[in-house]
């Protein structure tokens, strides 16, 4: 997976695990990240461009179609003060509570946190609705 769709995906599962900030990877700011998520340019994030299929790609690392605590914990690195585990940001998604995440649980995720986030329904996002979720779960 090149660099780009990496990044790309880390910036998407910022916005679905809500605290994922990782200071070498993700933007800290909201319109940094809308910038790298905004691949085409047009000032808007579609829902093709916020695509949970790159954030499962990007983070299971062992290919077994399974994302657990421990694959996301890599990604995150060291768990900070303050800051949610990866079992506790897993278990948002969790629709099965098995611990761990399919493709489907993430894509659920990622949707509903889209929805959340398009405040006008137009089907994508300005950078006034993407920072006005920045942060929060």
Known sequence: MNVLV????????GF???????????????????EQLDRNSDGAVSKDEYDS??????LDADNNERVTATELQD????????????ADRIRTADLNTDGEL???????????RFAA???NQDGSLDL???TSGFGRP
């Open 128 to 130: 006034g609705e993407l």
């Open 16 to 34: 679905v695990f809500a605290d994922l900030c990782v200071a070498q990877i993700l933007p800290a700011t909201a319109s940094d990240r809308f």
């Open 75 to 86: 990604q995150l690195g060291p768990q900070r003060d303050g800051e949610l585990s990866a």
């Open 6 to 13: 990496f990044r790309t995906a880390l910036l998407i599962a």
């Open 53 to 58: 299929d790159l954030v499962f790609d990007a």
């Open 102 to 112: 399919t493709a489907e649980e993430l894509g659920k995720s990622v949707q509903n």
């Open 117 to 119: 986030l398009d405040a």
